[in-house]
């Protein structure tokens, strides 16, 4: 059960130069869907990603991103705002601004290294730290594999603060069928941690309290 008091209205995604910008791309899709107003961010690696491993070209400029991501994802106007990498005025850089989560994703192991020191050299990294700084919700989705012992050390260093660490890892006790659903494994799981509604895929044990319930 989740509590409606709990659910963000605003999330701050993230995109950076890790692959799997599937997941980063299908989560804007279901933040969307579920009414979510959604801040975006991208860095100039992740432009890059985006277009070698999707069929999704984003242009240069946040107006024109702005455009393409909300066609993209089915947003209502002003639903997507794409805020540019040096943009210091965007709700994500300040701890004044709107209480909101930030998901990165995908995270690349650069962004670990920045966040888990403090850096602050673009508006990513920026709002990693006001989420660190203010206690608010943060979910960092890296990639990489294997793990290096600086990646690893930077991850415990994040978790202590309070950063959620998940792995790109899908699972496969639910018999994925399809390179989606296997996307759609991590997303759900993402979602869950926003307290947000899915129906990507049941949860565990669902089945089985449905039938105790019944019985």
């Not at 997941?23 to 107003?37: E, H, I, K, N, T």
């Not at 799981?189 to 565990?204: E, K």
Request: charged share 20%.
């Amino acid at each position: 059960m989740t509590n409606d008091h709990n659910r963000p209205t605003t999330v701050n995604l993230a995109f950076t130069g890790a692959s799997g910008a599937q997941y980063g791309l299908r989560l804007l899709q279901c933040l969307v869907s579920a009414g979510c107003r959604v801040n975006v961010m991208v860095s100039r690696a992740a432009q890059v990603v985006i277009a070698t491993e999707t069929d999704l070209k984003l242009p240069g400029t946040p107006p024109a991103m702005q455009e393409t991501l909300s066609a993209y994802s089915g947003a209502e106007p002003g639903q997507v705002l794409v805020f540019g990498r040096e943009d210091w005025f965007a709700p994500p850089a300040s701890g004044s601004g709107e209480k909101a989560p930030l998901v990165v994703c995908p995270c690349s192991t650069g962004t670990l290294s920045a966040l888990a020191t403090g850096a602050s050299n673009n508006l990513i990294e920026r709002a990693g730290d006001v989420a660190l700084k203010e206690r608010r919700t943060l979910i960092l989705v890296p990639r990489e594999a294997p793990f290096s012992e600086v990646h690893l050390e930077n991850m415990l260093k994040l978790t202590r603060m309070g950063a959620v660490i998940m792995p790109a890892s899908p699972g496969f006790y639910h018999k994925p069928q399809s390179l989606e659903d296997l996307v759609d494994f991590i997303v759900a799981r993402i979602l869950d941690h926003l307290n947000l509604p899915q129906d990507l895929m049941p949860r565990w044990g669902e089945a089985r309290a449905d039938d105790k319930r019944k019985g």
